[in-house]
């Protein structure tokens, strides 16, 4: 059987929707759509948090470095996919597929670790009120997000440099819209059994793993809610905690259902819109559940759109969306 190294490819060719013309026209307009939302909504929450000084908290710090972590991953994405559908080529070089596959999974493991850890700033502002500015402090903060970045990196230059390596079938037409890793990794002619389980291995580590952090933050942050004696305090307590939770299923139910489905399970159509959902619906989302319940944000907008009345159109245009997709 003719073989080729995966570094002797020079193209990609994507399959993407093809085998839909009519759904591939909706694709493109609804990832039009999220993607510009999700630029709009992510680029305003990051400005708030570096403009407004009541937001100069731990919270926010995550929130913004979750906020460029979404806009990397929906623009590794969506960018390469919305400009072949412009251009008709559908098609990537190497070293832009390897690029794309590094970046994008790079993002969504580096999200992952940045969400447990917000679960456990969240532990330590109900639990440990009065000691919260003293452990959470600026520069504990910088390194939990500097390693949150470097653990995703890193993990995911194994994962890449472990598929780059092996050989194709002389196949270089991929089945997706993008250079998922599981997706190059089906044209891979050689036994894949080490590969596989170095990323079994990570992903444990970055979704369960992760996951059971969460769960363990939130199991002591609801015995600490149900103790306190007032309604008040228990809701004011249980609304800080509800926007990042939505967001945890919203990113772990689309994590999981791609990366830890049962193997009799193997529908590359279904695995193209869970990865739309989970590169371009998600991170879209984000800054809209951060700051439809939250006084702060909103308090820090209104200021910002004092500052620059012209921005008002497109903060409306983008709570009304927001809120219709919601609905």
């Not at 694709?27 to 305003?44: A, D, H, P, R, S």
């Not at 599981?182 to 080490?194: E, F, G, H, N």
């Not at 007032?230 to 919203?250: E, I, P």
């Not at 921005?311 to 409306?316: R, Y």
């Amino acid at each position: 059987m003719f073989q080729a190294n995966l570094t002797s490819v020079t193209i990609f060719f994507f399959l993407g929707f093809s085998h839909y013309p009519k759904v591939e026209v909706i694709v493109f307009v609804l990832c039009l759509l999220m993607y510009l939302i999700t630029l709009l909504g992510n680029i305003i929450l990051i400005s708030i948090t570096v403009l407004d000084s009541h937001l100069h908290k731990p919270m926010y710090f995550f929130l913004s470095n979750l906020s460029f972590l979404d806009i990397w991953y929906t623009s590794s994405a969506f960018i390469p996919m919305l400009a072949n559908f412009v251009s008709g080529k559908n098609t990537i070089s190497f070293l832009g597929c390897a690029a794309q596959m590094y970046f994008s999974l790079a993002m969504g493991s580096t999200e992952c670790v940045l969400l447990s850890m917000m679960a456990y700033d969240r532990y330590v502002a109900i639990c440990n009120p009065l000691r919260y500015p003293i452990i959470m402090n600026k520069s504990v903060c910088v390194q939990i997000a500097a390693g949150s970045w470097v653990t995703g990196c890193l993990t995911t230059l194994v994962e890449t440099v472990s598929v780059l390596q092996l050989s194709l079938c002389g196949h270089n037409t991929i089945n997706h819209f993008a250079c998922e890793i599981l997706a190059v990794l089906k044209l891979v002619c050689v036994d894949t059994s080490v590969v596989e389980l170095i990323m079994l291995v990570i992903t444990i580590l970055l979704l369960p793993m992760t996951m059971l952090l969460i769960c363990i933050s939130y199991a002591f942050i609801l015995s600490n809610i149900l103790r306190i004696s007032s309604v008040d305090g228990q809701s004011k307590a249980f609304s800080t905690c509800t926007a990042h939770l939505t967001v945890v299923v919203l990113f772990y139910g689309t994590a999981l259902s791609m990366y830890l489905k049962p193997s009799a399970v193997d529908s590359q159509e279904i695995d193209k819109f869970i990865a739309l959902v989970y590169a371009g619906l998600t991170p879209m989302l984000n800054p809209i559940i951060y700051s439809l319940r939250n006084k702060e944000v909103k308090a820090a907008v209104k200021k910002l759109l004092f500052r620059n009345p012209f921005s008002t159109v497109l903060i409306s245009a983008l709570s009304n969306i927001g809120a219709s997709r919601l609905i």
